[in-house]
């Protein structure tokens, strides 16, 4: 399958083809066949390289969240292949995934929920140094001091418990969390999204700075485009489980092919009232289908207003178009929108 | 470019939950004093039962004589010391209390936890036999085997041990039942991405944040234990005379409570002082985990 991995001038930190993730619904009786299946990510094929940021955009419930829980093994892949520094995550051991999870992190949507309310800020952040055995009396709290100027909380705060702290400041405690272990590449679940707006942007420039001064690669989960749009290198657009278009910031922004990504760049609100005013609207029709039973060939086809009829028999890959800039429809066609 | 100097800038020290919590519980004064009276009565029983091994059968002619000097707790109607009786049976109910207490915080624990944490067919086994005992009555099953325990002179021991072993299951329900709402919370994903062990996930994350319920059902079954013993000896299933428990004493004050009351009061007095030390070294447990009685402490 064709992806943007054509790059060849850099090898990915993160590499991910065909991913394919099921949950079975278990049904409540005994002895019961499972009754359905959820495909909640179906064939996703991505590359994340050092030091960059990918952002995965999506409307609710398309498997963003279940894509970055893959990574990690949290979530089982029912078939596909992810590899960090070319080496294969699927099927490894709960030991060998041990050694892998120092390099590669996760920041949760839900700040509130993330961290245990029996410990404190201290003991949770110095959680990942005991389990890999890299706590030392002596450095462990200076550590963890450290880890927590860097993500700008006073350390002195280390012995509170999470309920004193409002939702900003509890989702830095789970990225210095994250971060102690001096991972390459961190998975960020919607950090923001749970957050006032008025303290989004502080979260959102605090991860900005932490990857300039130690070079780590983001994979920044959001559910709109406009999150994503200043700390992106790259985007991906994704619906009901399948990346339809990924590309370099720019390019997406300025000359979408995918008519997903076209509808949801136009029911971005734009800052220029003029602008807002003349550019035009793509309103899609209907909801998104379940994932129980996702729709044949395209997924999107139930709500494109290009469909054709081979839309619904054949699934359109993911296709580099040039520049890096791949798309998944059978009619693609650059469209300026903002 | 590693994120922290080799030597890192000192910080706050930072200890264990557990460690917290045994600090907190050591400021406990409330628990504290709990732990002593028990400690203080067991220590009297075990010494007088010592140093007066017959007293509690030791027939006087001093028929339900009012607490005085020779009998600081009066005598009963057939003229027994009633405070060599309440210290023995003191002694029947402290046994009976560690005994209940630590088979619940073990075995309920440690079964409520694989069976809720782990799920599947682990989970599925061992539910089926905490239903099989909780199914047959509780009083079937001590009647029949306290028949065997009987014939052996009813050792408090063996009682306080069957009592025990089938205390255990409700708080395992419990606790199955918790850790099954505590497995999905965000925090223990967090911790399985970071690498924790189910060991480490159950011992620093589910079990503390299960200790109110741990807790709180872990007094009651001893309480409910207490109960049971003197219904057990009641009915002539648990232990039989001339060994003797509070729970017995009660029950043969309770009709002169009006006529001689000291027959009533001093064993009941007795075993709600128990009761109540293990209510508040429970409580005392479950507060030492609790955030917000860390800071008031402070
Ligand atoms: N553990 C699970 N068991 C069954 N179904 C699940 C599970 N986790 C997720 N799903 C389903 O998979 C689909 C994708 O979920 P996912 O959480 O990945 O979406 P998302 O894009 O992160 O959505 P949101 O923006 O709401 O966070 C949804 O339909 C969801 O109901
Ligand atoms: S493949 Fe067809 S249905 Fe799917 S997005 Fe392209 S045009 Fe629309
Ligand atoms: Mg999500």
New binding site residues.
């Given amino acids: 399958m064709a992806t943007d991995s054509t790059d060849t001038t850099r090898s990915p930190v993160l590499s991910v083809r065909d991913l394919v993730?099921h949950?079975?619904?278990k049904s409540s009786l005994p002895f019961a066949k499972p009754t359905s299946v959820?495909?909640?990510?179906c064939g996703s094929s991505f590359d994340l390289f050092p030091g960059e940021t990918l952002g995965l955009v999506?409307?609710?419930?398309?498997?963003?969240?279940?894509?970055?829980?893959a990574m990690l093994q949290l979530?089982e892949p029912t078939s596909g292949s992810i590899k960090f520094d070319g080496q294969e995550l699927v099927g490894l051991s709960r030991k060998e995934m041990g050694e892998i999870r120092q390099n590669l992190q996760i920041v949760f949507?839900d700040p509130f929920g993330s961290l245990d309310p029996k410990m404190t800020v201290g003991q949770s952040i110095a959680e990942p140094l005991a389990i890999h055995g890299r706590w030392t009396d002596e450095e462990g709290p200076g550590l963890v001091a450290e880890a927590m100027r860097h993500v700008g909380l006073d350390p002195k705060f280390a012995s509170r418990f999470p309920n004193e702290f409002s939702g900003g400041q509890r989702q830095r405690i789970g990225i210095a969390r994250a971060l102690i272990l001096n991972p390459k590449v961190l998975i960020l679940?919607?950090p923001v999204?749970a957050l006032d707006v008025s303290v989004q942007a502080g979260v959102i420039n605090l991860l900005a700075d932490l990857q300039e001064k130690f070079g780590i690669a983001y994979l920044m989960?959001a559910?709109d485009l406009s999150v994503v749009r200043h700390v992106s290198d790259r985007v991906a657009v994704?619906y009901l489980?399948r990346i339809v278009e990924i590309a370099d910031k720019v390019d997406l922004y300025s000359a979408p092919q995918h008519p997903y990504t076209q509808a949801l760049l136009s029911a971005a609100p734009l800052a220029d009232p003029k602008a807002e005013r003349q550019r035009k609207r793509i309103i899609l029709e209907g909801d998104v289908p379940?994932?129980?039973n996702p729709p044949s060939g395209c997924r999107f086809r139930t709500r494109c207003p290009k469909a054709q009829d081979i839309c619904a028999n054949e699934i359109p890959d993911l296709i580099d178009r040039g520049q890096n800039h791949a798309v998944a429809c059978h009619f693609p066609e650059a469209m300026k929108i903002i | 470019m590693s994120i922290f100097r080799k030597k890192g800038r000192s910080g706050e020290k930072i200890e264990t939950q557990w460690s917290t919590a045994m600090r907190n519980f050591r400021k406990d004064k409330m628990a504290l004093t709990g732990i002593a009276i028990f400690v203080i009565i067991l220590i009297v029983a075990l010494v007088q039962t010592m140093l007066n091994p017959k007293g509690w059968s030791t027939l006087t002619t001093d028929f339900a004589k009012p607490p005085s000097w020779h009998h600081p707790f009066g005598t009963t109607d057939s003229g027994l010391d009633l405070m060599s009786g309440c210290l023995k049976g003191a002694l029947q109910d402290l046994i009976i209390a560690v005994i209940v207490s630590t088979m619940a915080l073990v075995i309920g624990t440690a079964v409520g936890a694989v069976a809720g944490y782990f799920g599947g067919l682990l989970d599925s086994v061992l539910m089926r036999v905490v239903d099989l005992l909780l199914v047959v009555p509780l009083l079937t099953i001590l009647i029949v085997m306290s028949n065997i325990f009987s014939s052996g002179g009813g050792s408090p021991l063996a009682i306080a041990l069957l009592i025990g072993f089938l205390s255990w299951t409700y708080i395992s329900r419990l606790v199955r039942a918790e850790f099954l709402a505590l497995r999905e919370r965000p925090f223990v994903e967090a911790s399985i991405a970071l690498g924790a062990s189910s060991w480490r996930v159950i011992t620093r994350h589910l079990i503390p944040n299960a200790i109110g319920v741990i807790m709180v059902n872990t007094t009651l079954t001893v309480a409910g234990a207490i109960l049971l013993e003197s219904t057990l000896s009641y009915l002539g299933l648990g232990i039989v005379p001339p060994a003797v428990s509070l729970g017995m004493l009660v029950q043969d004050g309770q009709g002169s409570a009006t006529t001689s009351p000291w027959q009533f009061f001093f064993p009941a007095g007795l075993l709600l002082i128990i009761v109540l030390c293990v209510f508040v070294i429970g409580d005392g447990m479950q507060a030492a985990f609790d955030p917000r009685n860390a800071r008031r402490r402070k």
Avoid: L, N, Y
């Avoid at chain 1, 959820?38 to 990510?41: I, L, N």
């Fill in positions: 993730v949950f079975q619904k959820v495909h909640a990510v999506g409307e609710s419930g398309c498997g963003k969240t279940t894509t970055g829980r979530a949507q679940d919607e999204s989960i559910h994704m489980g379940s994932p129980t």
